[in-house]
């Protein structure tokens, strides 16, 4: 097939490359030029562990193209997928300018019948505006397919080639047909493409990161319970996670979730059930959690040295908002460095990937280290943030005589800590004894 994907962003360069790695012709396309003069020139603007090799040997291969020449693109493809961002407005609901803007110039550029497929992030009720919104700039025939996205960061191509299932918001049997064909080479392992309407489609995909969300907050607040009753939230999670019913992914006690995804959707929720006339109650409390268990590591900081850091310094280690990306959209990192600041400490921070982005963000405001060790140079603790799996084998021996002080916050309880305090080191975990 002939497909054109509108948007160059993280989803839309997963999904353009994925369909070019089975055979389709993609045009990529981005009213972005620095971003498509990036992508023409070889450089991936993002970091997905995989995504380059495989953007390589399909444009190598003609099979995968970078423009900005949207109208082109809608003219020679049959499939067009709308995968351009949806922020967050000030009250939370998604901001669909752009994904409306796509529908108008397809509307316009059409000379053919066209299948197109929302695979953005919408709320429901956002198929029936873009089909209206084509409707009214053309007579030619149209479908528009909602086509939910459940890509984890690191782990995209996986997920994207393996599916646990393929979620499709369709009308028509034509439509139904072109995403079965379209997707099939995903699904022969027996996983289900799944037939819903629009609504139920775009629903599903709030529903899902809510609850996932829900989860890692449950966990969170479950370990808080656990601090301050003397459990720990490790056994409290083997406990519960062998329970068939409740299963073990996502009940890892943190200093919360951030992204692009859970965040946004949630509030996104909120925002859409208010609109329809409901108010909500669980779904807020989840984002209410989240944010407290971002400033969680700032007070145990404090707890343990006073409110008044000055002259204090931190190593911290993880940047990004999880491992393997280079994501610091709503990254907890930048909760506690804003935290450790606002108390007068200074912070050295090392990350694998997302250093760059970090000073994209906030500048010099914090020193970023060469390697993991550097970073630990005079510091009077370190803190972990973010569980690279690097940082999981930590040698306590060699950061011994590098740290001014012998304390270790891990924010995500991914060290030992009879190990540590067997070290001679204070440590501080999150809800564990």
């Given at each position: 097939?002939?497909i054109a994907?509108?948007g160059s962003g993280?989803?839309?360069?997963v999904?353009?490359?994925?369909?070019a790695?089975?055979?389709?012709?993609?045009?990529c396309?981005?009213?972005?030029e620095?971003?498509i003069?990036?992508?023409?020139?070889g450089e991936?603007p993002i970091y997905?562990?995989?995504?380059?090799e495989?953007?390589?040997?399909?444009?190598e291969e003609?099979?995968l193209?970078f423009?900005?020449d949207?109208a082109?693109?809608?003219?020679k493809?049959?499939?067009?997928?709308i995968a351009?961002?949806t922020?967050?407005?000030e009250?939370?609901?998604a901001?669909?300018r752009?994904?409306?803007?796509?529908a108008d110039s397809?509307?316009t550029?059409?000379?053919?019948?066209?299948t197109?497929v929302?695979?953005?992030?919408v709320?429901?009720?956002t198929?029936k505006k873009?089909r209206?919104?084509i409707?009214a700039?053309?007579?030619i025939?149209?479908?528009?397919?909602?086509?939910?996205?459940f890509l984890k960061?690191?782990a995209?191509?996986e997920?994207?080639t393996?599916?646990?299932?393929?979620v499709i918001?369709?009308?028509?049997?034509?439509a139904?047909k072109?995403?079965e064909?379209l997707?099939?080479?995903y699904l022969?392992?027996?996983k289900p493409?799944?037939c819903m309407?629009?609504a139920s489609?775009e629903m599903?995909?709030y529903?899902a990161?809510?609850m996932?969300?829900?989860?890692?907050?449950?966990m969170?607040e479950m370990a808080?319970?656990c601090?301050?009753?003397?459990?720990d939230?490790?056994h409290v999670?083997?406990?519960?996670?062998?329970?068939a019913?409740?299963?073990f992914?996502?009940?890892f006690?943190g200093?919360?979730?951030g992204?692009?995804?859970?965040?946004k959707?949630?509030r996104?929720?909120?925002?859409?059930?208010?609109e329809?006339?409901y108010?909500?109650?669980?779904v807020p409390?989840?984002?209410?959690?989240?944010e407290?268990?971002k400033?969680?590591?700032?007070?145990?900081v404090?707890?343990?040295f006073?409110?008044d850091?000055?002259?204090?310094h931190f190593?911290?280690?993880?940047l990004a908002?999880?491992?393997?990306?280079?994501?610091?959209?709503?990254?907890?990192s930048?909760?506690?460095v804003?935290g450790l600041r606002?108390?007068?400490?200074?912070?050295?921070?090392?990350?694998p990937?997302?250093?760059?982005?970090t000073?994209r963000?906030?500048?010099d405001a914090i020193?970023?280290?060469?390697n993991?060790?550097?970073?630990?140079?005079?510091?009077?603790?370190?803190?972990?943030?973010?569980e690279w799996s690097?940082f999981?084998?930590?040698?306590l021996e060699?950061?011994k005589?590098?740290?001014?002080g012998?304390?270790?916050?891990?924010?995500?309880?991914i060290?030992d800590?009879a190990?540590?305090?067997?070290?001679?080191?204070?440590?501080?975990?999150?809800?564990?004894?």
């Amino acid at each position: 097939m002939k497909i054109a994907v509108i948007g160059s962003g993280y989803v839309g360069l997963v999904v353009g490359t994925c369909f070019a790695d089975t055979g389709n012709k993609i045009y990529c396309v981005d009213v972005d030029e620095k971003k498509i003069a990036r992508l023409q020139a070889g450089e991936v603007p993002i970091y997905e562990p995989g995504l380059e090799e495989l953007i390589k040997r399909n444009v190598e291969e003609g099979r995968l193209l970078f423009s900005t020449d949207v109208a082109t693109a809608i003219k020679k493809a049959s499939v067009i997928f709308i995968a351009v961002g949806t922020p967050p407005g000030e009250d939370g609901s998604a901001d669909l300018r752009y994904v409306l803007a796509v529908a108008d110039s397809i509307g316009t550029h059409m000379e053919s019948p066209k299948t197109v497929v929302l695979k953005s992030t919408v709320p429901v009720g956002t198929n029936k505006k873009v089909r209206a919104r084509i409707a009214a700039k053309t007579k030619i025939d149209f479908d528009v397919v909602s086509n939910p996205e459940f890509l984890k960061e690191g782990a995209a191509i996986e997920d994207f080639t393996k599916p646990d299932r393929v979620v499709i918001g369709c009308e028509t049997e034509a439509a139904r047909k072109v995403m079965e064909e379209l997707y099939s080479p995903y699904l022969r392992t027996g996983k289900p493409l799944l037939c819903m309407d629009p609504a139920s489609a775009e629903m599903t995909k709030y529903a899902a990161n809510a609850m996932l969300a829900t989860r890692i907050s449950f966990m969170n607040e479950m370990a808080r319970i656990c601090e301050v009753v003397g459990a720990d939230v490790n056994h409290v999670r083997k406990g519960i996670g062998t329970d068939a019913r409740i299963g073990f992914p996502f009940l890892f006690a943190g200093v919360g979730y951030g992204g692009s995804c859970f965040p946004k959707d949630v509030r996104a929720l909120v925002q859409t059930a208010k609109e329809h006339g409901y108010q909500p109650h669980i779904v807020p409390a989840v984002e209410e959690v989240n944010e407290e268990q971002k400033h969680l590591l700032v007070q145990k900081v404090f707890k343990h040295f006073g409110k008044d850091l000055k002259g204090k310094h931190f190593a911290l280690w993880g940047l990004a908002f999880k491992p393997k990306t280079d994501d610091m959209r709503e990254a907890p990192s930048l909760v506690v460095v804003e935290g450790l600041r606002a108390a007068g400490a200074t912070v050295t921070a090392f990350d694998p990937e997302a250093m760059k982005e970090t000073k994209r963000m906030i500048g010099d405001a914090i020193t970023y280290a060469d390697n993991a060790l550097d970073a630990c140079k005079g510091a009077d603790a370190l803190i972990l943030v973010t569980e690279w799996s690097e940082f999981r084998h930590l040698d306590l021996e060699e950061i011994k005589p590098l740290l001014k002080g012998r304390v270790l916050f891990d924010g995500r309880n991914i060290w030992d800590p009879a190990r540590v305090r067997a070290q001679g080191f204070e440590y501080y975990g999150i809800g564990v004894r």
